[in-house]
């Protein structure tokens, strides 16, 4: 067990009636184009591959398959939309877990490696990346930048959306490098008001623990592990990575 948090069934259930934005063909379009794209004839291993937002139309596209997941709950609801013979699944984390053959391609995405706790953690996830990678490999991921620049001194919390149905902020400790995400996410359920409309006002809370990491940072652990930077965009669409990104998609190649 690492030190990422452990998603119950209940968060598993209802994980992909959340991700519907990103879950949108305009999302995992140019999400899968890029992944296809570097795994080319070879296969594909994603770290965290939860509900396959993004392991299942990958492999829809035609490229071999492979998923880790800790959380025996949202592989069960992956399960639900691929067999195990088409898109095999181990449970363990993705720092450790080994998984037989090579891949072309290891892939990370939207922010997971931040639930690794530790630095210790997020270098064994690399190290445990290129233990798979075939020589010329390729290891992509994908993390937020840390919006530190958005709190001034003295403030610990910064909003990242507000909306009618969610409200979500981040608290920072910038000593340990580590941030809480809080959601307040309004999903219905009732009709407590009498309006007809199936909800009751009420919001529901949740929260995740990360530990945030900059560019440089993944670029010496990539070091570390043996890996050589290749490429570094913004967004899946390959726009270009810049001071004023959000996010970024890098890179690395296992040397040949």
């Not at 990346?129 to 930048?145: D, N």
Request: charged share 25%; glycine share 10%.
């Amino acid at each position: 067990m690492t030190s990422s948090d452990l998603w119950s069934r209940e968060t598993a259930e209802r994980y992909d009636a959340g991700e519907t934005e990103t879950s949108s063909p305009a999302v995992l379009g140019p999400t899968v184009d890029f992944l296809a794209e570097l795994a080319g004839d070879g296969r594909a291993l994603e770290f965290a591959i939860g509900t396959g937002r993004v392991g299942v139309p990958l492999r829809e596209r035609g490229v071999p398959v492979v998923g880790i997941e800790l959380s025996e709950h949202m592989a069960a609801v992956l399960r639900r939309k691929v067999d195990e013979d088409t898109l095999p699944v181990t449970i363990g984390d993705m720092a450790t877990t080994v998984v037989p053959g090579g891949f072309t391609l290891v892939y990370l995405v939207y922010n997971t490696i931040s639930n690794l706790l530790t630095q210790d953690e997020q270098v064994e996830c690399f190290r445990n990346a290129a233990r798979h990678l075939e020589p010329g490999g390729r290891f992509v991921i994908e993390l937020g930048v840390p919006p530190l620049r958005f709190l001034p001194p003295g403030q610990v919390a910064v909003p990242f959306d507000v909306s009618e149905r969610h409200l979500g902020f981040d608290t920072f400790d910038l000593v340990e490098q580590l941030l809480v995400s809080h959601h307040f996410s309004r999903d219905g359920g009732g009709d407590d008001d009498g309006n007809g409309n199936g909800d009751d006002g009420r919001y529901r809370r949740s929260h995740s623990r990360h530990r945030y990491a900059w560019p440089a940072e993944l670029d010496l652990m990539a070091r570390i592990a043996g890996l050589e930077p290749e490429r570094r965009v913004a967004d899946w669409d390959g726009s270009p990575f810049t001071q004023d990104s959000g996010k970024h998609i890098s890179v690395w190649r296992k040397p040949a």
